[in-house]
């Protein structure tokens, strides 16, 4: 892969459209704009940034292409920071494809690798390492929760806190380094109590940051609901009415349901997944239904949040095996209401259930907005910006132990104390890509989306 390369892809979906847009990065960007322009080259050069109407040609041919609007981004102040161009055209099969192969019979252009486009505006420092995450998943955002956050981490919030961090630990760098350097001298005595002081603050904060429950992950893979149950008690009904599709066979014999069935949901802008399971029960049922048993159970521990659904028929005795599942992490719901009252108090293990008919669609509602609260609360990271990535946690994770050694060892030396700062520095500057990132580029950029 040429870095110096001018790059070009569609960087619009793939699929008929009416517009689509092909953008080209480079040295040659602006050889590359004269070409397909041609005769009718409006020197968009002198207007940078606006829509320019113009045929388009086949630069070795002549032949026309296709008329579309041509945009002259002349870097540093382009996505990449280098010369960029863009040409809006139809967004046909063909025309496509021919001006994709008009491109690559030019010199010096190649088709862009996957997110090369934004790997070269991190190069460029036009962004940092979580912006561009910020971006792909952007991209990839499916609702309203899961845009805002990436949103909130492509402007930066996330990297600004992680390089005001930075900035604080390199300070107190600084003084422990000004203790090694000049120990016989009369620096302010207090100088390294005050640096110890700022990086326990320092260290708390961190702390607080990385007990944050996974948020920002959950809130990017999404949440998974296990809806868990005795046999018959409805859970399939459950799936089918709170999905709004006929998906799980639904039927009066009991253990119908073997395999664990899947259902993605965006629920009040939240993405979750809800997992149908087999009943449970301890006896009877043959080796298949053992076997959905034992993944039922498995995908009840994996699960984020749990619905105990129970057969309101057997109401007020639930199902023990079920009723041993119910914790803090669980809503319990005793269906088919529709059947006659429910005795009260409508509680499990402590914690109060929810009257509900997954056949009539009775107090649906309020399960649904109680699961929708439940959610908010394990994904809203609030007014600070949640870590997305195991890649975040990792490195907070080594700069707050390199913290808790320097800490934890008050009569350490100067040289050592000085080196674990410095450690948690580098920890903090692989997060934004300020240093130490090298290695991981690849692994970033390769599952970006855009520019392929
Ligand atoms: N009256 C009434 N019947 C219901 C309700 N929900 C489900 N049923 C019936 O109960 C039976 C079992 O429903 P399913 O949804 O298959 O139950 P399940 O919990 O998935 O059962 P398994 O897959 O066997 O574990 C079916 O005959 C449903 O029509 C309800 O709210 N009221
Ligand atoms: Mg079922």
């Given at each position: 892969?040429d870095p110096?390369?001018?790059?070009?892809?569609?960087?619009?979906?793939?699929?008929r459209?009416?517009?689509?847009?092909?953008?080209?990065?480079g040295?040659?960007?602006?050889?590359?704009?004269?070409?397909?322009?041609?005769?009718?080259?409006?020197?968009?050069?002198?207007?940078?940034?606006?829509?320019?109407?113009?045929?388009?040609?086949?630069p070795?041919?002549?032949?026309?292409?296709?008329?579309?609007?041509?945009?002259?981004?002349?870097?540093?102040?382009?996505?990449?920071?280098?010369?960029?161009a863009?040409?809006?055209v139809?967004?046909?099969?063909?025309?496509?494809?021919?001006?994709?192969?008009?491109?690559?019979?030019?010199?010096?252009?190649?088709?862009?690798?996957?997110?090369?486009?934004?790997?070269?505006?991190?190069?460029?420092?036009?962004?940092?390492?979580?912006?561009?995450?910020?971006?792909?998943?952007?991209?990839?955002?499916?609702?309203e929760?899961?845009?805002?956050?990436a949103?909130?981490?492509?402007?930066?919030?996330?990297?600004?806190?992680?390089?005001?961090?930075?900035?604080?630990?390199?300070?107190?760098?600084a003084?422990?380094?000004?203790?090694?350097d000049?120990?016989?001298?009369?620096?302010?005595?207090?100088?390294?109590?005050?640096?110890?002081?700022?990086?326990?603050?320092?260290e708390?904060?961190?702390?607080?940051?990385?007990?944050?429950?996974?948020?920002?992950?959950?809130?990017?893979?999404?949440?998974?609901?296990?809806?868990?149950?005795?046999?018959?008690?409805g859970?399939?009904?459950?799936?089918?009415?709170?999905?709004?599709?006929?998906?799980?066979?639904v039927?009066?014999t009991?253990?119908?349901?073997?395999?664990?069935?899947?259902?993605?949901?965006?629920?009040g802008?939240y993405?979750?997944?809800?997992?149908?399971?087999?009943?449970?029960?301890?006896?009877?049922?043959?080796?298949?239904?053992?076997?959905?048993?034992r993944?039922?159970?498995?995908?009840?521990?994996?699960?984020?949040?749990?619905?105990?659904?129970?057969?309101?028929?057997?109401?007020?005795?639930?199902?023990?095996?079920?009723?041993?599942?119910?914790?803090?992490?669980?809503l319990?719901?005793?269906?088919?209401?529709?059947?006659?009252?429910?005795?009260?108090?409508?509680?499990?293990?402590?914690?109060?259930?929810?009257?509900?008919?997954?056949?009539?669609?009775?107090?649906?509602?309020?399960l649904?907005?109680?699961?929708?609260k439940?959610?908010?609360g394990m994904?809203?990271?609030g007014?600070?910006?949640?870590?997305?990535?195991?890649?975040?946690?990792e490195?907070?994770?080594d700069?707050?132990?390199?913290?808790?050694?320097?800490l934890?060892?008050p009569?350490?030396?100067?040289?050592?104390a000085?080196?674990?700062?410095?450690?948690?520095?580098?920890?903090?500057?692989r997060?934004?890509?300020?240093?130490?990132?090298?290695?991981?580029?690849?692994?970033?950029?390769?599952?970006?989306?855009?520019?392929?």
């Open positions: 892969m110096s390369a001018t790059i070009f892809a569609l960087a619009s979906g793939g699929g459209a009416g517009v689509a847009v092909v953008r080209v990065s040295t040659q960007a602006g050889a590359v704009l004269a070409g397909l322009m041609g005769a009718e080259r409006k020197a968009p050069e002198t207007l940078p940034r606006q829509a320019v109407f113009s045929r388009l040609i086949d070795t041919s002549g032949e026309g292409l296709d008329n579309g609007l041509v945009i002259w981004f002349p870097g540093p102040a382009s996505f990449t920071g280098e010369d960029v863009e040409f809006h139809h967004g046909g099969a063909a025309v496509i494809s021919g001006i994709l192969n008009a491109l690559s019979r030019m010199d010096g252009l190649r088709t862009a690798e996957p997110g090369e486009f934004t790997r070269r505006a991190f190069e460029n420092g036009k962004m940092d390492l979580t912006a561009a995450e910020g971006l792909a998943d952007l991209v990839e955002a499916e609702t929760a899961q845009r805002k956050q949103l909130r981490q492509l402007e930066g919030e996330l990297g600004r806190v992680y390089e005001s961090w930075r900035e604080r630990l390199l300070s107190a760098l003084h422990s380094e000004a203790v090694i000049f120990s016989d001298e009369d620096l302010p005595e207090d100088i390294a109590a005050t640096a110890r002081e700022e990086i326990a603050g320092l708390h904060e961190i702390a607080d940051h990385l007990a944050d429950k996974r948020r920002g992950e959950r809130l990017r893979d999404g949440l998974m609901i296990a809806i868990i149950g005795p046999p018959n008690a859970k399939s009904s459950l799936l089918n009415l709170l999905s709004q599709r006929d998906v799980a066979i039927s009066e009991a253990g119908t349901t073997r395999d664990v069935i899947e259902v993605h949901l965006d629920l802008g993405p979750v997944t809800l997992a149908d399971t087999a009943g449970l029960r301890d006896d009877g049922g043959d080796a298949v239904e053992m076997e959905g048993i993944r039922a159970r498995r995908k009840a521990e994996d699960a984020d949040l749990r619905l105990a659904v129970f057969d309101g028929q057997h109401w007020p005795v639930p199902d023990p095996s079920t009723a041993a599942l119910v914790d803090a992490d669980t319990a719901v005793i269906n088919k209401c529709d059947l006659g009252d429910l005795q009260a108090p409508l509680e499990i293990n402590g914690q109060a259930a929810l009257a509900v008919s997954a056949l009539t669609g009775d107090g649906i509602y309020d649904l907005s109680a699961v929708a439940r959610v908010a994904m809203d990271a007014g600070s910006p949640a870590l997305t990535r195991a890649r975040h946690r490195a907070l994770q700069c707050r132990e390199a913290l808790g050694r320097y934890k060892g009569e350490m030396s100067p040289e050592l000085a080196e674990d700062l410095r450690l948690a520095a580098r920890a903090l500057g997060i934004t890509g300020r240093v130490d990132v090298d290695d991981i580029l690849d692994v970033i950029f390769r599952d970006f989306c855009i520019g392929k």
